[in-house]
């Protein structure tokens, strides 16, 4: 027999398709499988700090399968292990690690589930080191969580960004203009090159291949020749040249990761423009790839990350990550996940896939 009696559950870092799909499968398996007390943490680690909790029941879960979003709110820049507090005028980080664990002693609170990506997961490890029982689930629409097959929330932006492509197509040809499609991932390409496969672009810049401009261009101008007179190019946000950096949008104090990313889409139009000749616009996609109802391929990964989750609590196994492993759900000891992101590897079977068929990564 399990000791657990109350668990609860926090969605913490950028939201994603699949976040409700999650909380409703971890609900609904913690209820009628286990007859347990289900508690919602508001707005990732600060609702902890503050102990926000919400009861959660079958009832007010209901219907959240298909929505976006999450019920239960979301922060990216609470860090209890490094909490800005401001002393005389000055920023100063302090760890109030323990407040969080004294809030879910006083509530009997004896396991959480953490739903999140790198940012949340690295606390998340930190608390099980505290030994803290807690059971993290990949989210994150980039795909750049190290071991899982996939994350819930990709699938969904992939979808989003094919159909912009689609979009583009059409007045890309109609204009006979490169239409550049910058899209998200932060420092990992699997968005820009599944969309750019799926979409048909003509050229797919990601970050674990910097590519030479003039060797995009060519790619286009050949294009040209053939009577092609519009084409697409997909960047992800985090693209850099041989020669440059990766394009810096803004910076986000307290944020575990601050840097955000953005901008090298309307270069590379601004670029190719000049080299092929032909008028070119940029299009960032932004936001719109992490709102809105989740594919029903997220819908039943999250339902499965759920489901597995709270088994894993039960049996007692604590400090892992659920994992969806040759396409079977495992999981992998948070220790292993935290600080080794996956990245597009330039020799894998997809890079491999779009290259024969004539897309240029500009290497
Ligand atoms: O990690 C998800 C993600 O959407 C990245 O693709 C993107 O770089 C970043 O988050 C944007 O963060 P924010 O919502 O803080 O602008």
Redesign the pocket.
């Known amino acids: 027999m399990s000791e657990i009696k109350k668990i609860a559950v926090m969605t913490a870092?950028?939201d994603?398709p699949g976040l409700n799909a999650v909380i409703r499968a971890v609900v609904k398996t913690a209820i009628t499988k286990y007859n347990l007390e289900v508690v919602g943490i508001k707005s990732g680690y600060k609702g902890l700090y503050h102990a926000d909790f919400m009861p959660l029941t079958e009832e007010n879960t209901s219907g959240i399968l298909h929505l976006g979003g999450t019920i239960l709110h979301s922060s990216?820049k609470d860090n209890l292990f490094k909490y800005p507090f401001e002393e005389n005028g000055k920023t100063v980080y302090k760890d109030v690690s323990d407040v969080a664990v004294k809030n879910l002693k006083d509530n009997g609170i004896d396991a959480m589930v953490i739903i999140g990506?790198d940012g949340t997961l690295t606390s998340a490890r930190d608390y099980a080191r505290k030994g803290v029982k807690v059971v993290g689930v990949p989210k994150?629409?980039?795909n750049d969580l190290a071991i899982t097959d996939y994350t819930f929330g990709f699938d969904t932006a992939v979808g989003i960004a094919s159909e912009a492509i689609d979009r583009l197509h059409t007045t890309a040809a109609s204009h006979d203009r490169i239409m550049v499609l910058e899209v998200?991932?932060?420092y990992a390409g699997w968005i820009a090159l599944a969309a750019g496969i799926a979409g048909g672009a003509d050229a797919i810049l990601i970050p674990e291949i910097p590519y030479d401009i003039n060797k995009v261009a060519e790619k286009l101008k050949e294009r040209r020749k053939k009577g092609k007179d519009f084409s697409i190019v997909v960047v992800a946000?985090g693209a850099k040249s041989v020669t440059g950096e990766m394009v810096v949008l803004k910076v986000?104090e307290n944020?575990p990761d601050p840097i955000?990313?953005g901008g090298v889409g309307q270069k590379v139009a601004e670029e190719l423009e000049e080299l092929v000749g032909l008028e070119a616009r940029a299009t960032t996609l932004g936001?719109i790839?992490?709102g809105g109802t989740p594919s029903s391929y997220d819908r039943i990964l999250s339902t499965r990350y759920g489901c597995a989750a709270v088994d894993l609590l039960m049996d007692g196994i604590y400090g892992q990550m659920v994992a969806l492993i040759n396409n079977k759900m495992s999981y992998v000891p948070l220790e292993d996940v935290i600080g080794n992101n996956k990245n597009v590897d330039p020799s894998c079977e997809f890079v491999k896939v779009a290259k024969n068929i004539g897309i240029s990564f500009g290497d």
């Open positions: 870092g950028g994603c990216n990506g994150t629409i980039d998200m991932g932060r946000e986000i944020s955000r990313l936001h790839q992490r």
